[in-house]
């Protein structure tokens, strides 16, 4: 099982980014996902978690109503949609998974995508 990110980039303050992570070998929907971040000289940290389902999510309060994860089981593919974004969420973001069918805050997942960088310019 390997998620691998897609989709980040450079972005002004206030705009949108859609992240994507493709995930192979068993089939989606017996994964909980989740996206993390890390920015520079700080530790990882939860953003947002998908059940396997996709019918229940959680997030960070720092991305509430600004980010929304979902899933598409049928291409094994979790997104992250990030609206009014700030320089603040300026960091590399990782895609996880761990098997079960609920949403999980926790750091504890099995499998880890090698990331992908998010800029956001002031």
């Known amino acids: 099982v390997q998620p691998v990110e897609s989709g980040g980039g450079l972005v002004q303050a206030g705009g949108s980014l859609r992240l994507s992570c493709a995930v192979s070998?068993?089939?989606?929907?017996?994964?909980?996902m989740a996206w993390f971040r890390q920015a520079p000289g700080k530790e990882r940290e939860f953003v947002a978690t998908?059940?396997?389902?996709?019918?229940?999510?959680y997030y960070a309060d720092s991305v509430k109503g600004r980010f929304t994860i979902s899933r598409d089981n049928a291409k094994n593919t979790v997104y992250l949609q990030m609206n009014s974004l700030k320089p603040e969420d300026t960091a590399v973001y990782y895609c996880?998974?761990?098997?079960?069918?609920?949403?999980?805050?926790?750091?504890?997942?099995?499998?880890w995508g090698q990331g992908t960088q998010v800029t956001v310019s002031s």
């Open positions: 996880a998974a761990r098997s079960g069918l609920r949403p999980y805050t926790g750091t504890e997942y099995d499998y």
């Open positions: 998908i059940s396997g389902s996709g019918g229940r999510t």
């Open positions: 070998g068993r089939p989606g929907s017996s994964y909980t």
